[in-house]
């Protein structure tokens, strides 16, 4: 009943990776919890804080949230990177009270998921995409979020046609709430009185913005300064060029995969003498012999 914005068809559709995730999702929520004693650590929680409905103003909805979590687009640009974007907008979320994590979903139809929760809200997303997807995919199911709803949602967007008119809507606020979270309309509007609507400049701007360049490109179809077969065309190119991941460290696999903030979290707790080294490997999702290792490597990456 939570993911109601998906059919019954392509819910019972859903591969048994992906379900497997839906379930480590609760088991994280359950982690969160015994972890803080029933309540989430942020001192603010966005879900708690906005009730919007579906008729709510996306542009409004989109500066609330914008000044809620205190980050200016010019912060946003700073940033230079999709990787250092992707990093900080995971603890910008967690300091909202959303804890992010991923994994590689090895299903390269779905995106992410979120599983809503008034305490401890989560957020899954695919580490097999690329990082301006994933950004993409963290504003998509926070939307589902404050919207109060959770979500399991795909690459493609055909998927959306097949759910009810209720479901639709929810899917086209959250994407509409991501794109214009990220890449806000006036400055569009400001780069293309210099620029022309090409791939080379919708290439320059996602970079300014650490987005992906489809996500610039779809702003320039829905203007109609390009036609669909021209954005078609565009997006296969750029994903052909995708470079898929090549397994890596497996320390750091499940840093990346927990994230910094869950991971300081169950070493604080460890520390205050809360619970045991198989309690903490348990949480850490690795082998109690091989906890001070990871810790070392946890460290290196704070530094």
Known sequence: QSFRTLSTLDFEAIPKTVRELLRKGLAMQINLAELNDERNPAEKQIVKHFNFTQDASIDNVVQQVRSYLGITLEEQMSWGTTEIALENWRQVLADAGVFTFKDPFRNEQYSGFCIYNDEFPIIYVNNSTAKSKQIFTLFHELAHLIFHTSGVDMLSDEYVNRLPQDAQKIEVICNRFAARFLIPEDYIDQALSTVPPDRASAAALADSLSVS?????????????????????????????????????????????????????????????????????????????????????YMRGLA
């Open 213 to 297: 360049r489809e996500a610039i490109y779809r702003k320039f179809l829905d203007r109609g300064l390009i036609d669909e077969a021209e954005y078609k065309s565009a997006a296969n190119t750029w994903a052909n060029e995708a470079k898929k991941g090549t397994g890596g460290n497996y320390y750091y696999n499940q840093m990346t995969y927990l994230g910094k903030q869950y991971i300081g979290l169950a070493f604080k707790r460890y520390y205050q003498n809360r619970f045991d080294d198989i309690q903490l490997a348990g949480y850490l999702n690795i082998k109690p012999k091989n906890l001070a290792a990871f810790e070392e490597t």
